[in-house]
């Protein structure tokens, strides 16, 4: 089955304390993405990734860092959690330019719940 | 930044009813989604329409683009109680491959 899965689902936490939200697609997709989605604020991107070793920022990416080693996985790492980083994390993945198409549905994986206290 | 409004934020409809959501944004974009988010769960995509298309349907859902205001609406006809959920659109730019930006969303709720 095509999907993006994340681990873990529900993460409850405290300030500073480093943590790492790993994402992964099995459809053999170029682009992933993080988002964040917070009340009245909808979805926000915090890093995407074109290709591996290929990653930029997104809106808002201060306090996060993530990596693409591998096709296939997109993780997400705070290395000094605060609280203003308690939201809810999307991981996305999509086909990129090489599928020949300038643009493409993204699929989500069914998030992360983090609370940093 | 938030590219797309959706309006209205909140909808409450008897089942059988048709749901209209609409989306308003700001800049030039080459595409527009809409996506679909069950409560706390990943978004689930459900229709893409080009810039240079007005019109576009898919099962009950109906899409149309008004590139010269701007705004983009998203019909649900006959609408069921598993309809229920938030209703987003996304938007891309040229030049911005595949970067999506998000609007705030519709909160649909659909009544027996």
């Known amino acids: 089955e095509a999907q993006v899965t994340q681990n873990p689902r529900y993460l409850i936490t405290v300030t500073g304390k480093k943590l790492t939200v790993t994402c992964s697609q099995n459809m053999n997709h170029e682009y992933m993405s993080w988002y964040r989605q917070d009340p009245g604020l909808g979805l926000r991107q915090i890093y995407y990734?074109?290709?591996?070793?290929?990653?930029d920022k997104g809106d808002v990416p201060e306090g996060y860092k993530v990596s693409r080693k591998e096709k296939r996985n997109f993780p997400l790492i705070l290395e000094s959690p605060s609280p203003n980083q308690t939201s809810l994390y999307f991981c996305?993945?999509?086909?990129?330019?090489?599928?020949?198409?300038?643009?493409?549905?993204?699929?989500f994986g069914p998030g992360t719940r983090l609370t940093v206290t | 930044s938030q590219q797309g409004e959706e309006d209205p934020q909140a909808l409450s409809i008897q089942e059988g009813e048709n749901a209209t959501m609409n989306c308003s944004y700001k800049t030039s974009i080459n595409n527009l989604q809409w996506y679909r988010q069950n409560s706390g769960r990943g978004l689930v995509h459900l229709i893409l329409?080009?810039?240079?298309?007005r019109e576009k349907h898919s099962g009950r859902l109906r899409v149309t683009l008004d590139t010269s205001k701007k705004s983009s609406s998203l019909l649900i006809t006959a609408s069921r109680a598993a309809d229920t959920a938030s209703y987003f659109c996304a938007t891309g730019v040229t030049g911005g491959g595949n970067k999506l930006t998000f609007g705030t969303g519709t909160q649909l709720k659909v009544e027996l």
């Open positions: 329409i080009r810039s240079n298309e």
């Open positions: 996305a993945s999509s086909w990129g330019l090489a599928g020949g198409r300038r643009f493409y549905e993204q699929y």
């Open positions: 990734s074109m290709n591996v070793e290929v990653t």
